[in-house]
């Protein structure tokens, strides 16, 4: 079956009229997958060559996510649970969450890693440099704030091009972020 994408223009009454309908019809719309219906369009990109001026020191780098979905994990009475896929005993695995800045010769910005970014830059997954840092560190507990690694460190003084993506969701939402990649 080839999947389709609906934009749905709340100014129409009918539409208005259909949202009220799945509103009542929850069986109808629990089969909808939420993931497709929510992605979010790309309107513009731009290419921005950019030097990594520093990295956010004193701040927890990463977090530890579902193993499937990467949303951040949850923790359970028992284990760990994800809220997304709605599992209630997960696999944790750490995903970047690292604060970057960023500058070009006119104009500075703060990035946050997630997930591949921080593995494009440094070249090494999070949950290779978290086990490798409580490999080499055996007496501290599961609680404590692992330092930056020297992998993201090193990328200070770095120039590359990040890819910057903007959708409509940061022209009419409340927050302004863009996708960079």
């Not at 994408?5 to 929850?26: E, G, H, I």
Request: hydrophobic share 35%; with cysteine; aromatic share 8%.
């Amino acid at each position: 079956m080839t999947r389709s994408r609906v934009f749905l223009d709340t100014d129409v009454q009918a539409t208005r009229d259909y949202l009220t309908w799945m509103n009542t019809n929850l069986a109808v719309a629990n089969r909808v997958d939420a993931d497709i219906v929510t992605k979010t369009e790309t309107v513009a990109w731009f290419e921005c060559i950019a030097t990594i001026g520093d990295v956010a020191h004193g701040l927890s780098w990463y977090y530890i996510g579902c193993g499937g979905c990467h949303t951040k994990a949850t923790k359970g009475p028992t284990s760990l649970m994800c809220k997304k896929c709605g599992k209630t005993d997960i696999v944790g695995v750490a995903q970047y969450l690292g604060k970057t800045s960023v500058y070009d010769n006119d104009d500075q910005a703060s990035f946050v890693l997630l997930g591949d970014a921080g593995h494009e830059l440094s070249g090494k997954k999070a949950f290779e440099l978290v086990e490798n840092y409580f490999e080499a560190n055996e007496n501290v507990g599961d609680d404590h704030l692992v330092p930056v690694p020297q992998d993201l460190i090193d990328t200070i003084g770095q120039t590359r091009k990040f890819i910057v993506k903007v959708s409509n969701n940061n022209l009419t939402g409340k927050t302004q972020t863009l996708t960079v990649t």
